[in-house]
Every structure is written in C-alpha cells, then in structure tokens.
C-alpha cells in the first residue's frame, strides 16, 4: 500500500511538472498519480503493452496522469 502511495506520489509529481510547469498540490498530486495509474494500466493493457517493475509501474503511472492533467487543462480551458 505505501509502494503504491509513493508510486502515485511520483507519477502525479512528474506529471505536474511535465504538463504545466507545477502540481496542484500534495493531496491532488497523490490522487493524479493513483488515477493515472490506472488510466495507464488500462490503456497500455488495451495496447497489448506490460509495464512490468517499479520504473515501468511508475511510467505507466505517470503517463496515465499526464493524459488525466491535460484532460483537465482541456476541460478547464487553461490548455
């Protein structure tokens, strides 16, 4: 559980950092990288792709977070 915790901690870090420069903060980081692993997990299972390991877990993680930041910059209209 922690694993998974800091894992989503990470994702949802990058994926900040990555899209807009800057996170939404500690709790919304955390919950980004968690959801985006999830979005990751599905859509790399839909791609016939397997991220195996801890550097794969979090690249999956975070790229699943970075589609759900820019879904949120889209939708927020701040894109």
Not at 12 to 24: I, N, P, Q, T, V
Not at 49 to 62: D, K, N, Q, S, Y
């Amino acid at each position: 559980m922690i694993e998974i915790i800091l894992v989503g901690l990470i994702a949802g870090w990058l994926a900040g950092k990555l899209m807009r420069g800057r996170g939404y903060g500690f709790l919304a980081d955390i919950a980004l990288g968690l959801v985006g692993a999830v979005i990751g997990g599905w859509l790399f299972r839909q791609l016939g792709v397997v991220a195996a390991g801890g550097i794969g877990f979090l690249a999956t993680a975070t790229i699943g977070a970075m589609l759900l930041v820019g879904a949120t910059h889209l939708i927020r209209g701040t894109a």
